[in-house]
């Protein structure tokens, strides 16, 4: 049962413009949803988060927006830049501190064309 | 940030050795540190949590006796691959959270590089 669901595998976005990566999840209990960036052969970077009680957080470039409602959440890159082409993975978890659980969305690979 | 290493970043074995991977966290202490499993083209896998000074927790159809977990101190955690075969061929993450810095609320979890293990 896959929880965290990121329905697009890949994305390409012209420099400069808008990356918008998506995540669908069906778990109610999920308290703070996060994206995390990950290069071949490293481990995830955290990009940002946001609590499940909030709609938007924004951090830089970098914003999430949250529908509960909808349990749906979406990653904006604004300008996108050839660096951020990566792997990119939708979390969510439940718990915190040593009983948390943080269950990872397939990744959407972005590519970020000059 | 917060820095968390793993060794060895690759490994290759032969069918039915032991593989042990470590996992430190080399900035902060964690009690608790969790390891995961990457299949290509797939999610990370929660594996177990590991608990310093205890057991550690398994996730459902993860078997403990073939993945030993120890956390002998508050930066060290180490996996075990016991009898590897290879469909035991896989990444292997760990990650330690840690508690929120000032402006953050959330623990966040700090991920090692991973270790590529081939299981010939």
């Known amino acids: 049962d896959q929880q965290v669901k990121q329905n697009s595998p890949s994305l390409s976005v012209q420099e400069g413009r808008i990356s918008i990566l998506n995540c669908d999840y069906t778990?109610?209990?999920?308290?703070?949803f996060l994206w995390y960036k990950k290069y071949p052969a490293e481990g995830p970077t955290f990009l940002i988060s946001?609590?499940?009680?909030?709609d938007k957080n924004e951090d830089g470039r970098f914003t999430v927006f949250l529908n509960k409602s909808a349990k749906h959440l979406s990653l904006h890159i604004v300008p996108s830049q050839p660096g951020d082409s990566a792997v990119y993975f939708c979390?969510?978890?439940?718990?915190?501190?040593?009983?948390?659980?943080?269950?990872f969305g397939t990744g959407t690979k972005l590519q970020v064309i000059p | 940030g917060a820095v968390v290493s793993q060794h060895p970043s690759w490994v290759i074995c032969k069918s039915g050795t032991s593989v042990k991977i470590e996992c430190r966290s080399l900035?902060?202490?964690?009690?608790?540190m969790f390891w995961y499993r990457q299949f290509p083209k797939q999610s990370l896998m929660l594996m177990a949590t590991?608990?310093?000074?205890?057991?550690?927790?398994?996730e459902q159809g993860v078997e403990k006796d073939k993945f030993l977990i120890n956390h002998a101190s508050l930066t060290l955690s180490t996996l075990t691959v016991t009898s590897a075969h290879p469909e035991d061929s896989s990444f292997y993450i760990c990650?330690?959270?840690?508690?929120?810095?000032?402006?953050?609320?959330?623990?966040?979890?700090?991920f090692g590089p991973g270790t590529r293990l081939t299981v010939l």
């Open positions: 590991s608990n310093e000074g205890s057991k550690a927790t398994y």
């Open positions: 778990n109610s209990m999920f308290d703070y």
């Open positions: 979390a969510a978890r439940r718990g915190s501190g040593g009983y948390q659980k943080v269950t």
């Open positions: 946001i609590s499940s009680i909030k």
């Open positions: 990650s330690a959270p840690r508690r929120p810095t000032s402006g953050r609320t959330y623990n966040e979890q700090f």
């Open positions: 900035d902060f202490q964690a009690t608790t």
